[in-house]
């Protein structure tokens, strides 16, 4: 499986973005694909989630109600619908995928997860 994040960029304080990251090879629409962020300095922090098959999301805290993840099975592609972003939101954003049925105890962590793109960058300015 192969991951193409795209659509980072900069952004005032405010503004929006729209992420994609477009899966080619073996994949399913089984597969549970996120996005994960990383602040210079800092782990990779989970961001939100969309489980294959239920298509049920996950959020973290930090961007509930701002942002949204949605799936286009016919692109085999994800999307995360940045809104309201802050300079907080600032990182490279990866995304990833896993075939593996995860639970809520691991569906937030980097390790799980088997394929990753390779990171867009988002800046968001005050």
């Known amino acids: 499986v192969q991951l193409q994040a795209s659509g980072g960029g900069w952004v005032q304080t405010g503004g929006s973005l729209r992420l994609s990251c477009e899966a080619s090879?073996?994949?399913?629409?089984?597969?549970?694909t996120g996005w994960f962020r990383q602040a210079p300095g800092k782990e990779h922090e989970f961001v939100a989630v969309?489980?294959?098959?239920?298509?049920?999301?996950v959020y973290a805290d930090s961007v509930r109600g701002r942002f949204t993840i949605s799936r286009d099975n016919a692109k085999n592609t994800v999307y995360l619908q940045m809104n309201s972003l802050k300079p907080e939101d600032t990182a490279v954003y990866y995304c990833?995928?896993?075939?593996?049925?995860?639970?809520?105890?691991?569906?937030?962590?980097?390790?799980?997860?088997?394929?990753w793109g390779q990171g867009t960058l988002v800046t968001v300015s005050s």
């Open positions: 090879g073996r994949t399913s629409s089984m597969y549970t």
């Open positions: 969309r489980r294959g098959g239920s298509g049920v999301a």
């Open positions: 990833a995928s896993t075939s593996k049925g995860l639970i809520m105890m691991t569906i937030k962590s980097p390790s799980e997860y088997e394929y």
